[in-house]
């Protein structure tokens, strides 16, 4: 799985992306935020192409799904609590069963 | 709550001890999935117990699960300073917790 960029600062009221690719034919993908100290929270989440839903904390995030591969994290309106490390994670399809694989993160800090 | 919680939130060994954490759920459990995260990167699978296994081993970890109390533990044996890391359980829909910090003296 891979994501970009790895590192990014960015102002208030800014919109921005998050690139997230995968070529494991994986159906399942989904976005995550980790805030210090913590574990991870569902932002959004496909369960195939052209199908997106929302996980725990999805307000001031959008993503699309219009290829297998490609899941996209969009900030509409960057803020500065949105301030994380965001990770991008595929699977062969939402079941428990299935191993989940990781990108190794983007650090976003909002000024 | 579908989310994990393990414990203890943080554990501090010295290299060549075991370390044991603990994962529960107030949920059923069905499968359930154990993850590292070093430090700065992303989350790696570690092991898959099933639901109707209850103990499974790789390597020098061993996992046991007891779905009656809807628990979940891992074993690290003859630890190292490499297994510094988070450690996180997974349930269903992907909800994980806090996880545990581990922390391997040399």
């Known amino acids: 799985v891979t994501q970009n960029p790895r590192y990014l600062i960015t102002v208030t009221g800014k919109k921005l992306t998050v690139t997230c690719s995968q070529n494991?034919?994986?159906?399942?993908m989904s976005w995550y935020r980790q805030d210090p100290g913590m574990g991870l929270r569902l932002i959004h989440y496909?369960?195939?192409?052209?199908?997106?839903d929302q996980g725990e904390v999805p307000n001031g995030y959008n993503v699309s799904r219009s290829t297998t591969e490609d899941f996209p994290l969009r900030l509409l309106s960057a803020a500065p609590s949105q301030t994380s490390v965001y990770f991008c994670a595929s699977s062969y399809d939402r079941g428990s069963g299935n191993t989940i694989y990781f990108g190794e993160g983007s650090w976003l800090t909002v000024v | 709550s579908q989310q994990g919680e393990e414990d203890p939130q943080a554990l501090s060994i010295q290299e060549g001890e075991n370390a044991t954490m603990n994962c529960s759920y107030k949920t059923s459990i069905n499968n359930l999935q154990w993850y590292r995260q070093n430090s700065g990167r992303g989350l790696v699978h570690l092991i898959l117990?099933?639901?109707?296994?209850r103990e499974k081993h790789s390597g020098r970890l061993r996992v046991t699960l007891d779905t009656s109390k809807k628990s979940s533990s891992l074993l690290i044996t003859a630890s190292r300073a490499a297994d510094t890391a988070s450690y996180f359980c997974v349930n269903t829909a992907a909800r994980f917790g806090a996880g545990t910090r581990l922390t391997v003296k040399p």
């Open positions: 117990i099933r639901s109707n296994e």
């Open positions: 496909s369960v195939g192409a052209g199908i997106t």
């Open positions: 494991m034919n994986h159906e399942y």
